[in-house]
């Protein structure tokens, strides 16, 4: 069985036409299916077009509602929660996304893919976002050795079983193709159609593109080092503090063999910072590493 997710907040005009497009394909091509619409706390009419749907009574569109906005991915996770089926399609309810596009995702399923992730072709997007895009694109390739062209595209496939190991909370669906990548499973890409948003405003300001590339990071972080702090803060602090070390201990050379008085030295002062700061963030990673072992020690 196939569910698809559609997290929406505030977009009346799209919801009817998008139901009635899947509705129409998925019949087309024999699928069991159903349609999860999670409704963000939408403050429109977005809710009542579904709830007269018929297809609602026929249990094909399911409705679930959060009290107010949460976020595209705590309603990705509620929509999940819901979700019989054992294949999962993520899209946006903007009409972006084209309908058409979901056989190609499902057909690389069947090839033996476990997830598949949309690469948006077609889009409109400003100078600036797309030199932005570069950069973060080429970030996540060489650091976190991303296999991922458009990591950020909403529109994705997979199969249950990737869920295994991941929770979703906050903002981290966007890092959700990598943590699946990174948990072995076989991932691919394809192209797919990107429309111009007709009805209703994007949710997002210009700074998404900035915003999604730090919360990139911030799981990167917590999926690399959460078992590990030492580990991250110990690399960051060791390299302040023996960096500071070394410049110390070439000016305690010149002082004792040249020397070279240490008042009218700038330098030692930076060393000193440095030494300290290092210390500080060495001894953040064993705080860190503290509360790994106490809550573990808690749980078990
Ligand atoms: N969305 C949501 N909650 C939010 C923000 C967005 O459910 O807090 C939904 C939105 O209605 C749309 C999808 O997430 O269905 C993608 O949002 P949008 O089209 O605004 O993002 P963009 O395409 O501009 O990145
Ligand atoms: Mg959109």
């Given at each position: 069985m196939l569910s698809i997710i559609i997290p929406f907040h505030n977009e009346e005009e799209n919801i009817p036409v998008l139901t009635d497009r899947l509705i129409d394909i998925c019949s087309k091509h024999n699928f069991e299916f159903e349609i999860i619409l999670v409704?963000?706390?939408?403050?429109?009419?977005?809710k009542s077009g579904i709830q007269n749907s018929k297809f609602q009574s026929h249990k094909i569109l399911k409705l679930i509602s959060h009290k107010k906005r949460l976020g595209k991915g705590q309603a990705l996770f509620s929509g999940l929660q819901e979700a019989k089926g054992d294949t999962i399609v993520f899209m946006d309810?903007?009409?972006?996304?084209?309908?058409?596009d979901i056989p190609k995702l499902l057909e690389k399923l069947d090839q033996g893919y476990d997830f598949v992730n949309g690469i948006r072709v077609g889009r409109k997007d400003s100078f600036l976002i797309k030199i932005y895009s570069l950069f973060a694109k080429l970030f996540l390739k060489v650091f976190?050795?991303?296999?991922?062209?458009?990591?950020?595209?909403g529109f994705k496939a997979f199969k249950r079983?990737?869920?295994?190991?991941f929770t979703f909370y906050g903002n981290n669906f966007r890092f959700f193709p990598l943590a699946v990548y990174y948990n072995g499973y076989k991932v691919t890409e394809i192209p797919v159609q990107n429309q111009q948003r007709i009805h209703g405003k994007s949710?997002?300001?210009?700074n998404k593109v900035f915003i999604g590339f730090l919360d990139t990071l911030t799981a990167y972080f917590l999926y690399k080092?959460?078992?590990?702090p030492l580990h991250f803060f110990g690399m960051i602090g060791g390299a302040f503090f023996s960096t500071g070390f070394f410049i110390a201990l070439y000016l305690s050379y010149e002082r004792i063999f040249?020397?070279?008085?240490?008042?009218?030295?700038p330098v030692l002062l930076f060393a000193m910072v440095l030494i300290l700061v290092g210390i500080q963030v060495i001894l953040t990673g064993f705080i860190g590493e503290l509360i790994v072992y106490i809550s573990k020690k808690n749980s078990s």
């Open positions: 409704d963000d706390g939408s403050t429109d009419n977005s309810a903007d009409l972006q996304d084209d309908s058409h976190l050795h991303s296999p991922y062209t458009d990591i950020n595209c079983k990737v869920l295994n190991n949710k997002f300001g210009v080092f959460s078992e590990r040249y020397n070279k008085l240490l008042f009218n030295r």
